[in-house]
């Protein structure tokens, strides 16, 4: 939603800007103008994010053992990333222990200890990533409506400058450049 509504409103601002300046120049500045303004906002997305929640069984980086496992053997079991009430992730049912479902909840499961209970749902645990993601949506909206107002300062000045048997390869050449 955010590029869509980014590459609208950025190419009515570009039609709205190129109808103001006149000449080559003045295109020029729009589009380094625009692609600057876009660059600058890369860093952002790296000061945004979340941090990976760990999952109980998992291997790899965001994995974390489970010391209890002895009980079972949870490696031919079908992945069912699922919430326990001790608000932590499992890579399915049988690394916390269940052995009883209730519909869609996972109960009677003995390898952890809460004092909400002995549940598990199935899904993600509630992370407080909501804002980040926000922010994020927000700067891809803003840098998508900067990368948009460039668009027709481009083609205008690729029409008023280029030769017309040059014009594709000029265009490839914008575009090369624009996605590079």
């Known amino acids: 939603i955010t590029l ?8 009515i ?5 190129t109808s ?4 080559r ?3 020029m500045y729009i589009i380094v103008c625009t692609y600057l303004f876009t660059l600058i906002i890369i860093p952002f997305y790296f000061i945004i994010g979340c941090n990976n929640e760990p ?5 790899g980086a965001i994995g974390r053992p489970i010391s209890n496992i002895s009980q079972c053997d949870c490696n031919h079991e079908q992945n069912l990333i699922s919430c326990g009430a001790d608000d932590k992730m499992y890579l399915s049912p049988c690394y916390a222990g269940c052995t009883n479902v209730d519909g869609k909840i996972f109960t ?3 390898l952890f200890n809460s004092t909400l209970g002995s549940t598990l749902t199935p899904g993600l645990c509630a992370t407080d990533c909501r804002w980040s993601f926000i922010l994020y949506a927000c700067l891809h909206g803003v840098q998508s409506m900067c990368s948009a107002m460039s668009m027709i300062p481009r083609r205008l000045l690729i029409i008023r400058i280029v030769d017309p048997q040059d014009r594709g390869f000029a265009t ?4 090369f450049c624009f996605v590079f």
């Open 4 to 11: 869509a509504l980014g590459h609208i409103v950025g190419t």
């Open 13 to 17: 601002i570009s039609s709205w800007l």
């Open 20 to 23: 103001k300046v006149k000449t």
């Open 25 to 27: 120049m003045g295109y």
């Open 55 to 59: 999952v109980y069984g998992a291997d």
């Open 108 to 110: 009677d499961c003995s």
């Open 172 to 175: 490839s050449l914008f575009m």
